[in-house]
C-alpha cells in the first residue's frame, strides 16, 4: 500500500507541474480546473497518509485517481497526438450554451478562445453556424472563410461560403470560389450542381455545359446531372442534345416528370404530335405538372381535330388551376371549343407542390420556342399563299396583255382591209 501511495504522490506531482507548465506557457486558464482537479486528488491521498482509512473506501480511491491521474493524463495524450484542450473545452462548453438558447454566451467563450487560438478550426466553424441562425451572413462568411484558412481541405466550408454569397447576390464571387473549389476537388457534386446553375442564370449556358459534362465523369449514372445538362443545352437551343438529357434523366428516374414534360415540348417542335402526347400523358401523374400536362393534351387534340377530347382535356386543366380559364380562352386554337370550357372549380383543396423557378422558366422558354416556331411556319404558309395570289395576279395580268395585243392587231387588219 505505501508503494503504491508512493507511486501515485510521484505520478500526481509530476502531472500537476506539466498542467502548471501548460498553464504558464500559454497563458490559459482553462488549465486551471484540471489543476483544481488534481488538487482535490492529492489532498485526498495526503489526508489518507496522515489520517489512515478515513478514505479507504474505493469510491474514495476512484475519485482520487480520475482526479489527480486519468483526467490530467488523458489531456497531456491528447495534446501530444496535437490536440488542443482548452480548445476542446471552450468549444464543448459553447456547444452546451448554443443547444440551450445562450447564443450570446456561447458567442462569447468562442470569441475568447478565438483571442488565444486565432487559427481555431473548429471555432470559427461553430461560431459561423451560430451567425447563421442570427441572420448574419456576412459574419458567417467571415468566419467559413478563417476556418477554410485554418483547414484548406474544408471543401465543405467553400460550398457554404459559396451558398451564402449567393443568397448576398453576389453571384460573381460565389462562381469564383465553386471555380476554386471544383479545381481542387473536381468530383465535388454539389459545386458542380450548383457552379452550373449559377452559370445558367447569368445565360453563360456553355460554360454549364462544361461544368455538367465534367461532372458526369464521376457521376456517370446521376438524373440530376442530365436533366440539368439538358436545361444548359435547351437554352442552346441545342433540341437534339437536351432531348438525349431528358431521356436520360427520365430512364434513370421514372418519377422525373419535368424531364418528361420537356420531352413533350421539344416533340412539339419537332411537330411530331404522337411522341409530344406520349410525354404529356406521363406528366398527368405529377401534382406539379398535372394542368400543364392537360393544357398541352387539349392543344394537340385542338390539332387533331378531336375536339371532344380537347373540351375535356382544357375542362380540367381549368378544373386543377383556375388560371387555365383566361390562358385557353385568349388561345386561338380553342376558339371552336369556347362555349364548351367550364367555369373555373377546384374539386381539389389540397395545397399541390410548387415548381422550382429553374423548372418553370425552362418550360416557359420551350412553350415560348414552340409558339415562336409555329408563327414562323404560319408566316411561311401565308407569304406562300400570298405568292400564289402574286402568281395568279400575274398570269391575268400576261393573259389581259396579250387578249389587248391581239384585240389590237385584228384592229389594225380591219383598218387595212377597209383601205
Not at 504558464?24 to 480546473?33: L, M, P, Q, S
Not at 458526369?216 to 444548359?232: H, T
Amino acid at each position: 500500500m505505501l508503494i503504491e501511495k508512493i507511486i501515485f504522490n510521484m505520478l500526481a506531482f509530476s502531472l500537476f507541474i506539466i498542467i502548471f507548465s501548460k498553464l504558464i506557457r500559454k497563458n490559459d486558464t482553462n488549465y486551471v480546473a484540471i489543476l483544481v482537479l488534481e488538487a482535490i486528488g492529492i489532498a485526498l491521498n495526503f489526508l489518507e497518509l496522515l489520517i489512515g482509512g478515513i478514505f479507504s473506501s474505493s469510491f474514495s480511491k476512484i475519485l482520487m485517481y480520475i482526479s489527480a491521474i486519468i483526467i490530467p493524463g488523458i489531456i497531456i495524450v491528447l495534446e501530444y497526438t496535437g490536440a488542443n484542450f482548452s480548445e476542446i473545452l471552450s468549444i464543448m462548453w459553447a456547444k452546451i450554451l448554443n443547444a440551450l438558447g445562450d447564443r450570446k454566451a456561447a458567442k462569447t467563450v468562442l470569441l475568447n478562445l478565438m483571442e488565444k487560438y486565432p487559427d481555431t478550426y473548429k471555432g470559427h466553424i461553430l461560431l459561423a453556424k451560430i451567425y447563421e441562425k442570427e441572420g448574419g451572413t456576412r459574419k458567417a462568411i467571415d468566419e467559413y472563410v478563417k476556418a477554410v484558412d485554418s483547414n484548406k481541405r474544408d471543401y465543405d466550408s467553400y460550398y457554404r461560403i459559396a451558398e451564402l454569397l449567393k443568397e448576398l447576390d453576389r453571384k460573381d464571387e460565389a462562381i469564383t470560389m465553386l471555380n476554386n473549389l471544383l479545381q481542387n476537388k473536381p468530383e465535388y457534386y454539389n459545386a458542380s450542381l450548383l457552379l452550373g446553375e449559377l452559370l445558367c442564370e447569368q445565360e453563360r449556358f456553355k460554360e454549364a455545359v462544361s461544368v455538367y459534362n465534367d461532372a458526369l465523369k464521376y457521376k456517370p449514372a446521376d438524373f440530376e446531372l442530365y436533366y440539368s445538362l439538358g436545361i444548359a443545352y435547351t437554352r442552346l437551343n441545342d433540341f437534339a442534345n437536351a432531348k438525349d438529357c431528358y431521356d436520360k434523366a427520365a430512364s434513370i428516374n421514372h418519377k422525373l416528370y419535368g424531364a418528361k414534360y420537356n420531352l413533350g415540348q421539344i416533340a412539339l417542335i419537332e411537330e411530331d404530335l404522337e411522341e409530344a402526347e406520349k410525354h404529356f400523358a406521363n406528366c398527368l401523374m405529377s401534382e406539379e405538372l398535372e394542368a400543364k400536362a392537360y393544357y398541352q393534351l387539349a392543344k394537340i387534340y385542338m390539332v387533331k381535330e378531336e375536339k371532344d377530347k380537347a373540351i375535356l382535356f382544357a375542362n380540367k386543366a381549368i378544373e386543377i388551376d383556375e388560371s387555365y380559364l383566361k390562358i385557353i380562352i385568349a388561345e386561338k386554337i380553342f376558339e371552336p371549343i369556347k362555349e364548351y370550357l367550364a367555369v373555373s372549380v377546384k374539386l381539389d383543396d389540397k395545397e399541390r407542390k410548387k415548381q422550382s423557378k429553374r423548372d418553370e422558366e425552362i418550360q416557359k422558354y420551350l412553350e415560348e420556342t414552340v409558339g415562336l416556331i409555329k408563327g414562323l411556319n404560319e408566316n411561311e404558309l401565308q407569304n406562300k399563299v400570298n405568292q400564289k395570289v402574286d402568281e395568279i395576279f400575274k398570269q391575268e395580268e400576261i393573259k389581259k396583255e396579250q387578249e389587248e395585243n391581239i384585240k389590237a392587231k385584228e384592229d389594225v387588219d380591219i383598218q387595212k382591209e377597209k383601205i
